[in-house]
């Protein structure tokens, strides 16, 4: 009887200790998959943070309507100065991406 015991201490043992290697396995390929997705998202905003900050038309777009509605300059200056042209960039980005969501069809973002 010794030896069937001895058998099965064994076994628990093998299997304790298969099931912690397997669990190792499986988290050391779960981080890598985390990486490789971090690392394409990464990825992908830094390009579209990158296109966005190339669009600024703001101060350009403040400084042409301020030459046309014949302000002083001071006022332009402050008008920049407190960051408006920005404020306005940032809205009109913001409705500018809603609108292109509403282009999305509700069948594929409803799950």
Do not use: H
């Not at 076994?11 to 394409?40: H, M, N, R």
């Not at 390009?47 to 006022?75: C, H, I, M, R």
């Amino acid at each position: 009887m010794s030896g069937f015991r001895t058998l099965f201490e064994w076994l628990g043992w093998f299997w304790d200790k298969t099931l912690e290697v397997s669990k190792w396995f499986l988290d050391g390929l779960i981080l890598i998959i985390q990486y490789a997705f971090y690392w394409i998202f990464d990825g992908f905003c830094i390009v579209v943070e990158s296109f966005f900050k190339s669009l600024d038309f703001s101060a350009l777009a403040f400084n042409y309507a301020g030459t046309w509605a014949g302000l002083p300059t001071q006022v332009v200056w402050i008008i920049s100065a407190i960051g408006l042209p920005q404020g306005v960039s940032l809205l009109g980005g913001a409705y500018l991406l809603r609108l292109l969501l509403n282009l999305i069809p509700a069948a594929l973002t409803r799950v």
